[in-house]
């Protein structure tokens, strides 16, 4: 079946510019995160959305960085006055629900801050 | 999160096992123990995860040391598609936030 999907793969942009990146989840799966990677670095968490239940945001870095999850099932992440220590890649993940379900990952939007 | 420690790299040859450790010896009672890898260019990808007894799936298996400070992950046979990053996550399923923890994983090389 279809994975976690993300768009764009690739985005480039001059520093100061505002940038959209798009998760569309696996059909169904009710908790859906943002992640960051950068360069050679693990996995840092952004946010959660679980169901109706209020987003946890306590891994947004700035007031820069926002989410939303429309109806449950898409999801965008906006950053606006983007910095070059922006530059990452973001990877969002869903899953069933919460516990221990397994979260499955989409590759990636890589941000490019020039 | 309580902490994991597993070796930087390892390198291993085509269709041979591979053990990759990983401890973790401040584990709670709610911790369960799971592993993702990471192919390159990819996001990571669920392999196992399990709380005190062995687990077996097609991927691989998990063997959890007895007073479960300690784990090993197990690739029955390498294949060169088996080269990634591993990472040996502790989840408390305790808590209301199922957010993963990365740290920095083993890189595990496999030779033709």
């Known amino acids: 079946g279809a994975g976690v999907s993300q768009s764009p793969s690739n985005k480039v942009t001059e520093k100061g510019k505002d940038v959209e990146l798009r998760c569309d989840p696996i059909s169904g799966h009710t908790a859906l995160y943002w992640y960051r990677q950068s360069l050679g670095q693990g996995l840092e968490f952004l946010i959660y959305?679980?169901?109706?239940?209020?987003?946890?945001k306590s891994g947004l870095p700035s007031d820069r960085f926002s989410a939303e999850r429309t109806g449950g099932s898409v999801s965008t992440l906006t950053i606006q006055r983007t910095q070059q220590e922006d530059s990452a890649v973001y990877l969002c993940?869903?899953?069933?629900?919460?516990?221990?379900?397994?979260?499955?990952f989409g590759d990636g939007t890589r941000l490019s801050i020039l | 999160d309580a902490k994991t420690t597993q070796p930087n790299s390892m390198e291993s040859n085509e269709e041979e096992p591979v053990h990759l450790p990983c401890n973790h010896s401040t584990i709670s009672g709610t911790d369960y123990i799971h592993w993702y890898r990471q192919l390159p260019s990819q996001g990571p990808e669920y392999v196992i995860h399990?709380?005190?007894s062995n687990v077996n799936n097609r991927m691989a298996s998990l063997a959890i040391a007895e007073d479960r400070k300690s784990s090993t992950l197990i690739l029955h046979r390498a294949t060169l598609r088996d080269a990634a990053v591993y990472y040996c996550?502790?989840?408390?399923?305790?808590?209301?936030?199922?957010?993963?923890?990365f740290g920095k994983g083993t890189l595990l090389t496999v030779n033709p």
């Open positions: 959305f679980q169901g109706n239940s209020a987003p946890d």
């Open positions: 399990g709380l005190t």
């Open positions: 996550i502790l989840r408390d399923v305790g808590g209301s936030n199922y957010k993963l923890t």
């Open positions: 993940a869903t899953s069933l629900g919460g516990g221990n379900q397994p979260q499955h």
